[in-house]
């Protein structure tokens, strides 16, 4: 996804990747503001992008450390 709109679409620049990732776990479920626990759309969306539970754990962990920035 050409996320920063300069016309071609990189795996190797961070707007890009995150907005291809986005667009990804939005499209398989993921829900703004809802919840992360086990079983939640959140969690199978992250899940679908990876499927391994230690992913998803380390995803939303992660998620949780830079919010509490």
């Given amino acids: 996804m050409d996320f920063d709109g300069d016309g071609r679409r990189r795996?190797?620049?961070?707007?890009?990747?995150?907005?291809?990732?986005?667009?990804?776990?939005?499209?398989?479920?993921?829900?703004?503001?809802?919840?992360y626990t086990q079983g939640s759309k959140n969690w199978w969306a992250i899940y679908s992008y990876n499927h391994s539970d230690f992913y998803v754990r380390v995803v939303i962990e992660l998620r949780a450390a830079v919010l509490a920035r």
């Fill in 11 to 35: 795996y190797d620049e961070w707007p890009d990747v995150l907005g291809s990732v986005t667009h990804y776990i939005s499209r398989h479920g993921y829900e703004p503001g809802g919840a």
